[in-house]
């Protein structure tokens, strides 16, 4: 671990119990974010992202829970287990109880920022009410102090006339004003991590650009620790200092995003980068990725991504990839889970044909429509 990781999260599952099955949105995912910087969380939609970041907050509600794994913030295990002689795990005694995670955690030491702010606004109090209400729960600070910090937080993320909107109702700011309202209510508790779940998605790009640069300053005057959650690369290139490329539930790729960029190593993540514009491409370059992701109850076996790579091989389809270091230098820390990089047979296994969108590579070789032919019906009576 480095000596600057506030937050360390290893080995983490968390899964959701339906009627349909057992949901495994989390299956083992580790990372971790240092002192200061900007750690991007980056994949499709329904890839486990937010599940993840709602789990660091323990904010996982039934039918979900968190079955194994450890998340521990600067000296305090937010989730541990023990194993017992039988194997099953039981939570460590000196995991931080529910109210300690309320009183402790949540707020002040680790904020979060949703997508939709009239989800976290309640929308028959002003704006100001709820800063100052919030300010006063959470800071040492009552009355007209909670107020001026209010203001004064206000005007930090960029709201013109911060005294006469202070007593606006949320639905009479714009929706990047209204970003900028979460963004200051988080920021006025002082966090010293701030999870932001794709809180630009809704904007428009212009006003998005605006955020980021605001969350860029923030973090450097603050040196506050962000973890940031998008499905845009363009969103990572700008901000982040390193990433973590989800898929189905997993980690793929991590590490700085230079190296995730030029030195793409999973074919995921180039998927990715192929399916977002980049100010070094124009548009008819972009790639849509081909297929949906698989369900996350009944995940492929062996690399989880088999079923849309276009590298994949007969062996990707058995082979459960492991995480492997792929750094060029001893301190870059660059991580992927693809078996090109594990040496476990990939190059000695034939390609996997994979026909246009649908996926046949389950079906019997010559059962592929592409290979059934005249000589195969001859036999049939
Ligand atoms: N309450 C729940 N009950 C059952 N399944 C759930 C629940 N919440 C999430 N899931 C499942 O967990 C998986 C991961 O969901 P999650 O919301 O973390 O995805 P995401 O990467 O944040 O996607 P998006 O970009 O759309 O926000 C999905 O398969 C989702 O259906
Ligand atoms: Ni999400």
Same mark, same amino acid.
């Given at each position: ?100 995670? #309320? ?25 100001? +009410? ?22 004064? @937080? ?23 004003? #209204?970003?900028?309202?979460?963004i200051a209510m988080a920021l006025a508790c002082r966090p010293n991590l701030i999870i ?30 962000? $973890? ?6 363009? @969103?990572?290139?700008?901000? *982040? ?10 980690? @793929? ?12 190593? %999973? ?21 849509? $990725? ?12 062996? *690399?989880?991504? %088999? ?8 062996? *990707? ?16 820390? %660059?991580?992927?889970? *693809?078996?090109?990089?594990d040496d476990v047979g990939y190059w000695d296994s034939v390609p996997l044909e994979h ?15 592409? +290979? ?10």
């Open positions: 671990m480095n000596q600057n990781t506030i937050l360390s999260v290893d080995g983490l599952r968390t899964h959701f119990y339906t009627e349909q099955g057992v949901v495994r949105a989390v299956d083992d995912i580790s990372f971790d974010v240092r002192q200061g910087e900007i750690v991007g969380i980056v994949g499709e939609s329904g890839a486990g992202k937010s599940v993840a970041t709602t789990s660091i907050l323990r904010l996982i509600e039934e039918p979900g829970e968190i079955v194994a794994g450890e998340i521990t913030y600067q000296d305090t295990t937010i989730v541990g287990f023990d194993e017992r002689s039988d194997g099953t795990l039981v939570p460590k005694d000196e995991m931080l109880t529910n109210r300690q995670m #309320r009183s402790q955690v949540r707020g002040n030491e680790i904020a979060i920022i949703f997508q939709d702010p009239m989800e976290s606004l309640n929308p028959v109090y002003t704006v100001g +009410n709820q800063l100052q209400e919030f300010i006063e729960l959470n800071r040492d600070l009552s009355g007209s102090a909670a107020k001026k910090e209010g203001i004064d @937080v206000l005007r930090e993320v960029g709201i013109p006339e911060p005294e006469a909107r202070f007593g606006d109702y949320p639905h009479e700011f714009s929706g990047g004003m #209204r970003q900028r309202v979460l932001a779940d794709e809180p630009t998605t809704a904007l428009d790009v212009t006003v998005e650009g605006q955020i980021l640069n605001l969350v860029s300053d923030l973090q450097e005057e603050y040196g506050t620790s962000f $973890i940031w959650v998008t499905h845009d690369m363009g @969103v990572v290139a700008e901000i *982040c200092d390193r990433v973590n490329v989800m898929y189905l539930g997993k980690i @793929v790729e991590q590490g700085p995003v230079d190296e995730i960029f030029y030195d793409t190593k %999973h074919p995921y993540t180039k998927a990715l980068l192929e399916s977002v514009p980049r100010p070094d491409r124009t548009v008819d370059e972009l790639n849509p $990725i081909v297929g949906t992701m698989p369900s996350a109850i009944d995940p492929p076996r062996g *690399c989880r991504f %088999h079923t849309r790579c276009p590298d994949a091989r007969e062996a *990707c389809r058995e082979v459960d990839p492991q995480f492997v270091d792929v750094s060029e230098t001893p301190d870059t820390e %660059h991580r992927t889970a *693809c078996i090109k990089y026909a246009s969108e649908q996926d046949t590579s389950y079906i019997d070789e010559d059962q592929r429509p592409e +290979n059934r032919d005249l000589e195969q019906t001859e036999g049939e009576p």
